[in-house]
């Protein structure tokens, strides 16, 4: 379990690869950046992990709105900091690798967006998905009767059994009729 | 690992337990993820599942679960332990599908390996957009595809020929097809070579124009002689017909590129159709799917994000407009539908008068053939000059016409698309008209001998490959042209120079539906030329390798990221059916050209013939009896009637299951609001016995 100092053992790299979407080069690739952002001193330890203002600190998640609640979905840690494990940092790559299925991707993406973790999109997390997506800045954001308008929209269109939220069924339903949805929630190193 | 260990290592779910709700909610995630938990160790104890599943389907949904890392590789290492129980079961079928998915993912390598600039298209896309990637997409399957049939035609039809050449076998001209008495002397005069010294500048205006040291070469089908090799000659088991191979490769050229289309069309078709009847503007779609996690940068993230605001206002405000104009008087409405007429009108007239512009350029450049220099270049080149011109000043105007014609804005960009098809198109079959109504001739057999126009063109198969080549030549001249003259200098200027001026004209914008349209019209050229130029692909594989240089300098120097997005999966099944469309005007041309007109008594491999299609007929007629009665048997109505009434047969039946698909949806979605609405009445409920039981509760505690 974990990983060695500088190389990756070869039972681990098939395991990774029966376990993940990713192929063997993805694999060793992403080994390689993920020590790169480790300290001389936490290289020796056994199964590493690294704060999330380090992970943030990769040029394909600094620019990215999500990238806090990625963090905080992949991460396996107790206290909730976002922190991840090189087989966190796996776990994400492979959801957004480019072979992961559909299902994954929309699962792990409702859990993006599910901004307060209680398992289905309100109007708040509707909000807060629509600031990010339009940006925070004064010319960008939407108007409080534009997003009232967007949020009855949306929530006229994706939610079926009108409870109000969007539920994991619900998201999956819109998703799968999205045909770029699979080729835009890529991630590649 | 007990389940309060699994739970505990990725609780994702709220941690709190303040309130009856939210516990409620809590205990229908847990028990989701329960079911999903125990869904797999389930499956992996029953020995009676696992004989029907195959031994790679358990790893494979592992992939699928949404486990962190630690508890796949628990769940896995459980199943690796009972794997012994599994493989004597279904081994062979294991192993096959375990040896099938290596044998595909490292084949996936590979390919990656060898993809052609896999990691600049990912810079694009990243930086620019799907739309912009899309275009750099289908450039390279059109680089890819003309390579390959440039392979084609080069090993049938160019190495043979050399071969035979510098072997030096003669050319002859087979007795039966032609009454050797009845040729005119002059049908057979045909002196390509200019007589006497060559002034300088006389290469470089023959390279452009491909006459002179270019016309008789193996660019061109005058070249090229109708050597048959038979087995007595050689002596030995060989024999080729270089006239039947030059017509059977330009078939298969075309069949080819037919087959790359429709397969490329079918992948794109299909992400399209399962997609089918979704509004692409949705709200739900744009705010669900539309961010691009491949952006880069600081500066894409924000144009993403300046982009998906825009369309939100926009899609908003057209909401809004709808409702307002669904409340317009009907006077305010009969000026918008007149008007729209009107400006219909008008853009028909644009189009027409540039068609008769070409005809005419065409017929002049004709007729004034022989002038020297540069003038003579000018006017060689002048339909292609008037055709680029009408190319860029049409949709232009045309937008202008769109203004005022306020339809809403998925409908203009169809409408401006469609009139740039049909202008770039027809415009050249406008040209490709009047070239044919020069060669042929309208009389009779006594002015006309030859059976073409033999005093203006000895070769006439030639003269078409030399405009096609012209073509193709000028469209990259004036690709480059635009490039360094007004793309570069236009960035300098905004950059370094700011006044209101400038600030409204602004950057260049990487406009993607007209550039495609461009590439279309190349290939298109390249197709209708191939008969009569065999090296036109390979020089159309270099001339789009310099434009994909190009086109990627001036995106990234020269362009901003458009604010209004082209869709990237509908457009790449656009692209491919406006080609499609080329590739049947191409079709048209070679059909026309093989079986009607009369071939050059003077040159090229068909000299002797009537019609260039009859050297199929007269080969069939030396093949063995067996075959020749075969292949009449397949050509008959006794094969081919059946054959047509099978495939009915077959595609009822896929219309069939695709319509049954689509009610099964339908009645799903129907389902998953039915449950719903169970679930809403449970709540509602569990809720009424909640308040009921502290009431109890109170009562008991009294």
């Keep these: ?189 | 690992m007990t389940i309060e260990q699994q739970r505990q290592g990725f609780a994702f779910t709220g941690s709190g337990f303040p309130t009856d709700q939210e516990s409620l909610r809590f205990r229908r995630a847990s028990s989701r993820m329960s079911a999903q938990i125990y869904h797999e160790p389930n499956s992996g104890t029953s020995p009676a599942q696992e004989e029907e599943q195959s031994g790679s389907e358990p790893t494979r949904e592992l992939r699928n679960m949404v486990f962190p890392m630690a508890l796949k590789k628990a769940v896995w290492q459980v199943q690796q332990m009972q794997a012994p129980a599994q493989f004597s079961g279904g081994s062979w079928k294991q192993k096959k599908t375990i040896f099938v998915r290596k044998f595909k993912s490292n084949v996936r390598e590979f390919l990656y390996f060898f993809s052609l600039w896999g990691k600049t298209l990912q810079k694009i896309g990243g930086n620019f957009g799907g739309g912009v990637q899309s275009y750099f997409i289908f450039l390279r399957f059109l680089v890819v595809l003309n390579f390959v049939s440039f392979l084609l035609i080069a090993g049938f039809v160019l190495i043979p020929s050399i071969v035979f050449r510098s072997v030096d076998i003669k050319p002859e001209i087979s007795e039966a097809n032609v009454l050797s008495a009845q040729i005119h002397a002059d049908c057979l005069k045909y002196d390509p070579n200019p007589q006497g010294l060559v002034v300088f500048y006389e290469f470089l205006l023959d390279l452009l124009s491909g006459t002179g040291f270019m016309e008789y070469s193996y660019m061109f089908y005058g070249y090229y002689n109708n050597t048959v090799v038979v087995t007595s000659l050689v002596g030995s088991d060989f024999s080729y017909n270089i006239p039947l191979a030059y017509l059977l490769t330009a078939v298969f050229y075309f069949a080819f590129c037919l087959i790359c289309i429709i397969a490329r069309m079918g992948k794109a078709a299909r992400v399209a159709v399962t997609t089918g009847g979704s509004d692409v503007r949705s709200y739900s779609m744009i705010v669900f799917t539309g961010w691009d996690y491949g952006c880069l940068g600081s500066k894409a993230t924000k144009l993403k994000q300046r982009n998906i605001y825009y369309r939100l206002q926009v899609d908003l405000e057209e909401e809004r407009l709808k409702k307002h104009a669904a409340s317009l008087t009907l006077c305010n409405k009969v000026t918008l539908y007149s008007l729209r007429v009107l400006m219909f009108f008008v853009a028909i007239g644009l189009i027409v008068a540039t068609f008769v512009a070409i005809a005419y350029a065409t017929t002049f450049s004709q007729e004034n053939n022989n002038v020297q220099g540069f003038l003579g270049l000018f006017y060689t080149y002048l339909p292609s000059i008037v055709i680029t011109t009408g190319n860029f000043l049409v949709p232009l105007l045309c937008d202008q016409i769109a203004l005022l014609e306020k339809y809403p804005p998925s409908a203009t960009v169809v409408v401006a698309l469609l009139r740039a098809v049909v202008l770039r198109l027809v415009s050249l079959g406008i040209l490709l008209y009047t070239l044919w109504n020069q060669i042929v001739c309208h009389g009779s057999t006594d002015t006309c001998p030859c059976h073409y126009n033999h005093s203006n063109y000895q070769c006439w198969e030639t003269s078409v490959g030399q405009e096609m080549y012209k073509l193709t030549l000028f469209d990259l001249l004036v690709s480059i042209a635009l490039l360094v003259l007004v793309e570069f200098p236009r960035r300098m200027v905004v950059d370094h120079w700011s006044c209101k001026l400038t600030q409204w004209v602004g950057r260049q914008e990487f406009v993607v539906p007209s550039n495609v349209l461009g590439l279309v019209y190349g290939q298109t050229v390249v197709w209708t030329g191939a008969l009569f130029c065999p090296l036109l692909p390979l020089i159309n594989t270099v001339k789009f390798v310099i434009l994909f240089y190009c086109k990627k300098i001036t995106l990234f120097y020269n362009c901003r990221p458009a604010l209004r997005t082209f869709r990237s999966t509908t457009s790449a099944f656009f692209f491919l059916a406006v080609l499609l469309f080329g590739w049947i005007l191409a079709l048209v041309v070679m059909i026309y050209s093989v079986a009607e007109i009369h071939p050059s008594f003077a040159c090229g491999p068909f000299r002797s013939f009537l019609r260039m299609w009859k050297i199929v007929p007269d080969s069939l007629a030396i093949l063995p009896k067996g075959t020749r009665d075969f292949l009449f048997f397949i050509g008959s109505q006794a094969f081919s009637v059946p054959l047509f009434a099978v495939s009915c047969v077959f595609m009822c039946y896929f219309i069939a299951l695709a319509s049954i698909y689509g009610k099964s949806v339908a009645m799903l979605r129907a389902q998953l609001k039915l449950a719903g609405q169970d679930k809403q009445f449970l709540v509602k409920q569990i809720e009424k016995m909640k308040l009921l039981s502290p009431q109890d509760n109170e009562g008991k505690q009294d």
């Design chain 1, 1 to 189: 379990m974990g990983t060695t100092a500088s190389q990756l053992a070869k039972d681990s790299l098939s395991e990774y690869q029966e376990l993940t979407f990713l192929t063997k080069q993805e694999i060793l690739l992403a080994h390689r950046r993920f020590t790169e952002l480790l300290d001389r001193d936490e290289r020796n330890h056994p199964n590493p992990r690294v704060p999330m203002e380090v992970i943030l600190t990769l040029p394909e998640l600094k620019s990215n709105p999500f990238k806090t609640r990625i963090c905080q979905v992949f991460s396996t840690s107790e206290d909730k900091d976002g922190s991840l494990t090189f087989e966190d940092f796996l776990d994400l790559l492979s959801a957004f690798s480019d072979s992961a299925t559909l299902e994954i991707k929309s699962h792990y993406a409702f859990r993006i967006f599910d901004f307060d973790d209680d398992g289905t999109l309100d109007c708040g997390d509707l909000e807060k998905l629509v600031n990010c997506l339009t940006g925070e800045t004064e010319d960008t954001r939407l108007s409080s009767e534009e997003m009232r308008q967007l949020i009855n929209n949306i929530l006229d269109e994706s939610d079926i059994d009108k409870d109000g939220t969007v539920n994991l069924s619900e998201f999956q339903h819109v998703i799968s009729r999205s045909p770029d949805f699979v080729s835009s929630f890529k991630i590649v190193l």
